[in-house]
């Protein structure tokens, strides 16, 4: 049973626009959200997160919104660059384990 | 601080054989996880430990499936009898105790059974 999901497996964007990523949970456990980014052939690299109380978090380039509500996250990439083609992958946290999603694939267009 | 190390980066056996997989954590991090991973799949979560207690390990780790963590230091995973479904990245990461502590994985080991 897939507790986080990202339905979007690959979005292409062009430099220089807004990538738009999107995940859904199903648990109300969950109260610590994360994103990671992975190359080909290496691990998972930590990108940003954000906690359950809050419903927004910025770090440069990169920011995630949460809707509990809704349980619904969003990771926007603004402006896009070559360099951001990579998986992502949605995680969440119920401080026990990570679940993660099966990844969205964004490839930024030069 | 150099990271979470795993070695070997790739392994390659045959079916039926026993592998070993070996996870250097971050020296001060008390919380050690294993994850496996197929092609176009997420990270999936075979097992925990904090310090050297295993408190967790998924269902769908079989019998065939044992992780150690002596000393709470490093820790290795070990398949036995492998078979061709247990072909995958298989992944260590390790955190600071939650809550809100981020994973830092390691590059992974890919093991091919033929």
């Known amino acids: 049973d897939q507790q986080v999901k990202q339905n979007s497996p690959s979005l292409s964007v062009q430099e220089g626009r807004i990538s738009i990523l999107n995940c859904d949970y199903t648990?109300?456990?969950?109260?610590?959200f994360l994103w990671y980014k992975k190359y080909p052939a290496e691990g998972p690299t930590f990108l940003i997160s954000?906690?359950?109380?809050?419903d927004k978090n910025e770090d440069g380039r990169f920011t995630v919104f949460l809707n509990k509500s809704a349980k619904h996250l969003s990771l926007h990439i603004v402006p896009s660059q070559p360099g951001d083609s990579a998986v992502y992958f949605c995680?969440?946290?119920?401080?026990?384990?990570?679940?993660f999603g099966t990844g969205t694939s964004l490839t930024v267009i030069p | 601080d150099t990271g979470v190390s795993q070695n070997p980066r790739h392994k390659i056996t045959k079916r039926g054989q026993n592998v070993t997989f070996r996870c250097d954590p971050i020296?001060?991090?008390?919380?050690l996880y294993w994850y496996r991973q197929t092609l176009g799949q997420g990270p999936e979560f075979l097992t925990y430990?904090?310090?050297?207690?295993?408190?967790?390990k998924s269902r769908l780790l079989s019998d065939r499936f044992s992780a150690e963590r002596p000393k709470g230091s490093f820790s290795t995973l070990e398949i036995q009898r492998t078979e061709q479904g247990d072909s995958a990245m298989y992944l260590c990461?390790?955190?600071?105790?939650?809550?809100?502590?981020?994973?830092?994985f390691g590059s992974g080991t890919q093991l091919s059974v033929l």
């Open positions: 954000i906690s359950s109380i809050k």
């Open positions: 990461a390790s955190s600071l105790e939650l809550p809100n502590e981020k994973l830092f």
């Open positions: 648990n109300s456990m969950f109260d610590y």
């Open positions: 020296s001060e991090h008390n919380r």
């Open positions: 430990f904090q310090n050297e207690a295993q408190l967790e």
């Open positions: 995680a969440a946290s119920d401080r026990n384990q990570f679940y």
